[in-house]
């Protein structure tokens, strides 16, 4: 991106109007659908917003593309349209790239490096990463955020006010008020760049036993709140392995498995962005895990409450479901609602419940999942709707991003035998014990 539109303020100021004016436009002409009887064509409009966006720095961006994975959040044509979105935004230049770094390092930063390369490597919604070496001659990963993010940052949930309430025009089934509570958090958290460093450290420590997996170490001395160096680790796109013979996916595939849900299921803690930029893989099909900004840390009966869910749809014990459910924060269901709310999660469970080697999509006719999830999301808005717990948001965020990955590799596992290894010998109290043991070593 050119200097004179990344950082000033009049370039920013001009894309936020458009997309203000499109995110408006939108809650106006729905509303115009719903109570006036206009004709709205969703589609057009849907690309309209998504290409207003895609221009777009910044974590509206970020929000956008999370609430497409949201089940009724959200018209269908538009959540199609969002969940295209990518974090590509072009990189800011050179010029301002040695402004910003002379900012976090002081004017004499270069000296700080053996080299430091002019392009990024990757540029994101919120920042861009350069490759860098040492001066010891390590290979680095220098994370730089954009300028003025926090500003942008509470500016876009002002806009985010009027995506959720275009959901709520929409009649959903789901009551976004836990949701929108839970991006903002996390969204705020995602800015804390030595927050982040406390979350690799973390990661490092839980993933310590897994040589499947990799995790960088950072470089605290050319680190700030708003500067990460991590060290660089080298591998290929995950979409790269997508014609590889087919014990090597399924290898890869597990070791994906393994990198997201063992943090889950023995500490309570899930990386909520498996966004395909956000890990690579080596040679020999072992994985790098990278961006630690958007991590969640559960509560010990949530990831109970995962494992009593999966045991009560195995043994059809509705009760056993309606204890998961209050382990997962849930209120007042009736048991009307906890059978619908046990089909969906029967859909998403159903791999894991089946002992034999498949694949996730095995047997589902093209659009399977959307049209369940509209019948379930259907009759809980019949029965008045319900309002999921805010952690639901990023542990949905992970699950569909690794399904989506595991379809991508054409992955055929036993996901039972997989799973039932994982959550073997579970017990609360030793997941607590090891939580609270992790953080502290982490500084969280």
Not at 302 to 316: P, Q, W
Request: net charge negative.
């Amino acid at each position: 991106m050119a200097d004179d539109d990344g950082p000033s303020l009049g370039g920013r100021l001009g894309r936020y109007a458009r997309v203000g004016a499109s995110v408006g436009g939108l809650a106006a002409r729905l509303a115009g659908e719903r109570y006036l009887g206009l004709s709205l064509d969703r589609d057009k409009h849907a690309s309209e917003l998504k290409r207003a966006l895609g221009g777009l720095k910044g974590p509206l961006m970020k929000a956008a593309q999370l609430l497409s994975t949201i089940p009724d959040a959200l018209p269908p044509e538009y959540a199609r349209e969002l969940a295209q979105l990518q974090a590509n935004a072009p990189a800011m230049g050179w010029s301002f790239v040695r402004r910003r770094m002379a900012t976090e390092l002081g004017p004499d930063w270069q000296a700080k490096f053996q080299k430091f390369d002019k392009e990024a490597s990757f540029a994101a919604s919120l920042g861009q990463v350069h490759r860098a070496a040492l001066l010891d001659g390590r290979d680095a990963a220098v994370k730089l955020q954009y300028p003025d993010m926090a500003s942008a940052l509470e500016a876009d949930l002002d806009q985010l006010k009027v995506v959720f309430a275009i959901g709520q025009r929409f009649d959903p089934a789901i009551r976004t008020d836990e949701i929108q509570a839970e991006i903002r958090t996390r969204l705020r958290e995602e800015l804390d760049y030595r927050r982040e460093a406390r979350h690799v450290a973390l990661y490092r420590h839980m993933l310590r036993e897994e040589p499947a997996v990799h995790v960088p170490d950072t470089v605290p001395e050319l680190s700030t709140d708003r500067l990460l160096t991590m060290g660089w680790l080298a591998g290929e796109k995950l979409l790269d392995w997508k014609e590889r013979p087919q014990e090597e996916r399924d290898a890869l595939a597990v070791n994906m498995f393994r990198a997201w849900y063992v943090p889950f299921y023995h500490y309570g803690a899930i990386h909520g962005d498996p966004h395909l930029g956000n890990y690579s893989v080596r040679p020999d099909g072992s994985v790098n895990l990278m961006d630690f900004g958007c991590v969640r840390i559960f509560p010990p009966r949530f990831v109970r409450g995962s494992i009593e869910l999966y045991r009560a749809l195995m043994t059809d014990d509705l009760d056993r479901a309606a204890a998961a459910y209050e382990d997962w924060g849930f209120i007042g269901l009736s048991r009307e609602t906890i059978a619908v709310l046990n089909r969906w999660a029967s859909f998403l469970y159903g791999p894991l419940m089946d002992d034999r080697p498949r694949r996730l999509t095995e047997g589902m006719a093209e659009g399977f999942g959307r049209d369940m999830a509209q019948n379930v999301f259907g009759e809980l808005r019949r029965m008045g709707g319900v309002r999921p717990p805010r952690e639901f948001v990023f542990m949905d965020r992970a699950a569909i991003g690794l399904g989506s990955v595991f379809i991508h590799l054409r992955a055929s596992i036993n996901w039972h035998t997989l799973f039932e290894e994982l959550i073997d010998g579970f017990d609360i109290d030793a997941l607590a014990a090891r939580q609270q043991e992790a953080l502290a070593q982490a500084g969280l």
